[in-house]
């Protein structure tokens, strides 16, 4: 089974400016998704991007996929002292069995 | 309504111990899966059931025996707890035939074995 790698492990900027995180993976999927993790919180689910899609926004959220560099990245803009947590990526494929697999996610801070 | 909830939020129990774990999800999932975050984040699956029947059941000593009453509900009993036991435990659902594999977690459970 599959997970991603996230990239960098931690990430510190200011308020208003734009937080990009990267993803890689192994084996071909089906999609990948990403997941935000508050201070003492479950996991929340963000944003599908399915791999015949090369881009995807969801409010501030925009989260690209290149298949043939088996990466997503996933830009926060205009971040908020709010968007402070943890992101993690989860590619989802046949060979993962059913579950979803995390790594270690990226820390973001942002700082008001 | 909470969707996925697990009790208790925070346990403390000294090491030889045994505890339970319950989880309960209201979104009609028919999978649901226990998460173990160790201190530097990192989720490792421990198990999963689908309609109660055990699929996934990752490297994981004996002393975690999972259960499944109902596909609602996924308990999760530690016998004889040992100090790298401390971690956070989540509890998951999904929808085992929706294609996206999207899980929905529940709030954690800190265990801290003293």
């Known amino acids: 089974s599959q997970q991603g790698e996230e990239d960098p492990q931690a990430l510190s900027i200011q308020e208003g400016e734009n937080a990009t995180m990267n993803c890689s993976y192994k084996?071909?999927?089906?999609?990948l998704q990403w997941y935000r993790q508050n201070s003492g919180r479950g996991l929340v689910h963000l944003i599908l991007?399915?791999?015949?899609?090369r881009e995807k926004h969801s409010g501030r959220l925009r989260v690209t996929l290149d298949t043939s560099k088996k990466s997503s990245s996933l830009l926060i803009t205009a971040s908020r002292a709010a968007d402070t947590a943890s992101y993690f990526c989860?590619?989802?494929?046949?060979?993962?069995?059913?579950?979803?697999?995390f790594g270690q996610g990226t820390t973001l801070q942002v700082k008001p | 309504d909470t969707a996925v909830s697990q009790t208790p939020k925070y346990l403390v129990t000294q090491m030889g111990n045994d505890k339970s774990i319950k989880c309960e999800q209201n979104?009609?999932?028919?999978?649901m899966y226990w998460y173990k975050q160790d201190s530097k984040k990192f989720l490792k699956i421990m198990f999963s059931?689908?309609?109660?029947?055990?699929?996934i059941n990752e490297t994981v000593p004996n002393r975690f025996s999972p259960k499944s009453p109902d596909k609602a509900h996924l308990n999760l009993h530690i016998n004889s707890l040992e100090l790298g036991d401390s971690a956070v435990y989540f509890c998951?659902?999904?929808?085992?035939?929706?294609?996206?594999?999207?899980?929905?977690f529940g709030e954690g459970s800190r265990l801290t074995v003293l």
């Open positions: 998951a659902s999904s929808q085992q035939g929706r294609p996206s594999g999207e899980l929905f």
């Open positions: 084996t071909s999927i089906n999609n």
């Open positions: 991007i399915r791999s015949n899609e």
């Open positions: 989860a590619p989802f494929g046949s060979s993962n069995t059913g579950k979803l697999i």
């Open positions: 979104l009609g999932h028919d999978t």
């Open positions: 059931y689908n309609n109660k029947e055990l699929i």
